[in-house]
């Protein structure tokens, strides 16, 4: 379950400290920013991130979602 995955030159992770928070580095890793700022009643805690190539797929408390926009929003998979 990868909590860090790499999508073209960026590092996607679930926010160590919130986990309903996505964050990206672009530098390697060296820095963090916040993408996603969460939504308990939408995808809610993420527990693993994957590359789905077009898609970033995600697990969460709430069941699958996507992100078509690497992890800015998210929509449920159904």
């Known amino acids: 379950m ?3 995955i790499k999508k073209g030159k960026e590092h996607i992770r679930i ?9 990206y580095s ?3 890793g ?12 939408g995808p809610g805690s993420f527990t ?3 590359d789905g190539g077009k898609e ?3 697990t969460t ?3 699958s979602f996507y ?6 929003s998210w929509l449920k998979r159904g």
Not at 15 to 23: A, F, G, H, Q, S
Not at 67 to 72: A, F, L, M, T, V
């Open 30 to 41: 060296e820095t963090w920013n916040l993408r996603y700022m969460g939504n308990p009643a």
């Open 61 to 63: 408390d709430n069941g």
């Open 48 to 50: 693993d991130l994957e």
């Open 26 to 28: 672009a530098d390697g």
């Open 56 to 58: 970033l797929l995600a």
């Open 67 to 72: 992100s078509k926009n690497k992890g800015k």
């Open 15 to 23: 926010c160590p400290t919130n986990t309903l928070k996505i964050e």
């Open 2 to 4: 990868p909590q860090v």
